[in-house]
């Protein structure tokens, strides 16, 4: 017995240091991948036609939360992104929306705009970009930080505010330009554009992609998720009688972008990943000794999404040719990386609804909610009421900002007023509740809309009167579809993650996607991003 208690420590001497080395080892690549409006739903509906190496492979190898959720309103891009990356929502971060009204402007910001920076490559336009108007950091960041910044960062994505908001204030960020045809940057991040850089964009491969047809992947009779392709729900493109295939897109193109028509495409998917992938090689990511992070983000979902709505065919289209994109990308990860050692996490930024046309001809309780009628109603009460004055400032994002200037000219009481025209807006069919600015200030919900509307009410940015629609209802109109609202429709996402140290399985466990970046934290053994209110995914990061 002696004998083999002497082997036997003798044997785990010996392995400590590969013991020791097993425990802090890091995986050598991050990639967060953000589908831009993507239901969660989407990953069954659609699963009979995917191949196993693509989202099955995520589903089935990976950790799934089936009951993910946004816990704020509004469900936007914007927002979406940076709630992801800082783990904390828009009270604590402050993109509030992808623009908002800001009165001492007396007009709108940009979530990733800022004026101090130039365009670098692309056009003069889109180069006003970074991550400025981002209160707080990003796990992007604290990657970057923690090893003393010798962690590269990547963000891609053809929306800049896809790309400059996940790459957090320390990494880089590159973006389409629907102008040039090219990724680009601004002078936040470089004087000029990298090398790799300028040689992708040099293939011209918008343009190559641009010269193709549109066509469903299968024979269209055997989509049998999607509503008929014509329809009077879908909204066509400029110079196309109907919403239907084939799309021959280098006849589409004026009227519709020129080179921007590839974000309607699926095609999109395609370009911004082939240029993640030359991301990973130019930058020699995940090969220098440290962890690095693709934060990548695939636009194109959304720009369909909205024009033809979750049960047309372009949608269920666009996903079939996605999963073949994510078995490219998985497997290109295998090869470069080996299995196991990159980590992924797939999630979006929002969901999205049916289209209100849609429903209404099923008999299912929907409608469109006219902006212009509501505003023009509001400033003739306000008037009838309070006399003459501009009292009504701004209406955007369902959200009234007052004037305060004249409301403190005229002695007025703000509170009384953000109650009689909250009360007044309740009369139109289709809002469903209005709070107050005072009531967000001076009281705490816990749950339901109200807890959401204020996880996504900043005391500076934020109107004086926050309005909740009904379910199914949107501000837009009898065409395509939107997001925005607090309902599971618009905050269910998928949440995934796949690869170093994730354990196979799921949980229908409410989880929020606040919830992603603390995980992270967890199990890279890095600081929490500065504004988290997530918590970690104890199934992922608790495993022995």
């Known amino acids: 017995m002696k004998k083999i208690g002497i082997l036997l420590f003798l044997t785990v001497l010996a392995l400590g240091p590969i013991l020791a080395q097993t425990k802090t080892e890091k995986p050598k690549l991050i990639v967060g991948i953000i589908v831009d409006q993507m239901r969660q739903e989407y990953l069954y509906r659609f699963a009979d036609r ?27 891009t914007g927002p979406g992104h940076a709630s992801v990356y800082t783990g904390t929502t ?5 993109i509030i929306s992808n623009s908002w009204y800001v009165r001492s402007l007396k007009g709108s910001l940009y979530c990733a705009e800022d004026s101090t920076v130039t365009a670098v490559g692309g056009s003069a336009a889109s180069g006003q970009i970074s991550p400025r108007n981002l209160l707080t950091t990003t796990i992007t960041d604290e990657l970057r930080y923690a090893t003393n910044k010798r962690s590269k960062v990547v963000g891609v994505a053809i929306k800049d505010r896809g790309a400059s908001l996940p790459a957090g204030h320390l990494g880089d960020a590159y973006w389409y330009d629907s102008g040039t045809g090219e990724f680009m940057t601004s002078t936040y991040y ?38 008929a392709d014509n329809n009077d729900f879908e909204a066509p493109f400029a110079g196309k009688d109907t919403p239907t295939f084939p799309y021959v897109l280098d006849s589409l193109k004026q009227g519709n972008g020129e080179l921007g028509l590839i974000a309607s495409t699926p095609f999109g998917n395609t370009l911004t990943l082939d240029f993640a992938i030359a991301a990973m090689e130019g930058e020699d ?7 690095d992070f693709l934060a990548l983000s695939f636009s194109s979902p959304d720009y369909i999404g909205h024009r033809f709505g979750p049960m047309s065919k372009e949608v269920e289209d666009n996903y079939l040719r996605l999963d073949l994109e994510f078995e490219r990308l998985l497997n290109y990860l ?11 996490f797939l999630t979006a930024d929002h969901a999205v609804a049916d289209v209100a046309t ?29 006399g003459e004055g501009d009292w009504i400032e701004n209406l955007s994002n369902e959200q009234v900002f007052l004037n305060h200037e004249l409301i403190r000219e005229k002695g007025m009481n703000l509170k009384d ?24 200030k001076n009281s705490e919900f816990t749950a339901g809309r109200a807890g959401r509307l204020q996880m996504g009410y900043n005391q500076k940015s934020s109107g004086d009167l926050l309005i909740t629609l009904e379910p199914g209802w949107l501000t837009g109109g009898a065409k395509g579809t939107s997001h925005g609202t607090g309902y599971s429709y618009d905050t269910n996402v998928p949440m995934v993650f796949y690869g170093w140290n994730i354990p196979a399985g799921e949980t229908s466990r409410y989880v929020t996607i606040t919830d992603i970046a603390p995980t992270l934290s967890m199990m890279l053994d890095i600081k929490l991003p500065n504004g988290t209110t997530g918590h970690p995914i104890t199934e992922i990061t608790d495993q022995k």
Not at 90 to 94: D, I, Q
């Open 50 to 76: 995917y191949k196993e190496g693509g989202f099955k492979r995520l589903m089935n190898d990976g950790f799934m939360m089936k009951n993910g959720h946004y816990n704020y309103i509004p469900t936007y």
């Open 285 to 291: 990511l995940g090969n220098r000794g440290e962890t």
């Open 190 to 227: 470089y004087d000029s554009l990298p090398d790799w850089v300028q040689n992708f964009n040099e293939k011209k491969l918008a343009e190559k992609y641009l010269s193709q047809t549109w066509n469903t992947l299968y024979p269209i009779e055997t989509y049998t998720q999607s509503i």
């Open 417 to 440: 007023m953000q109650d009689d025209l909250a009360n007044f807006l309740l009369r139109f069919r289709g809002i469903k509740e209005v709070y107050t600015a005072y009531a967000m």
């Open 334 to 344: 295998d090869e470069k990386y080996g299995e196991g050692e990159y980590l992924v």
């Open 90 to 94: 828009p009270a604590t971060h402050g």
């Open 358 to 386: 849609h429903m209404i001809s099923e008999n299912i309780p929907a409608g469109n909610l006219n902006n212009s009628y509501i505003y023009a109603q509001l400033k003739g009460y306000t008037q009838l009421t309070y």
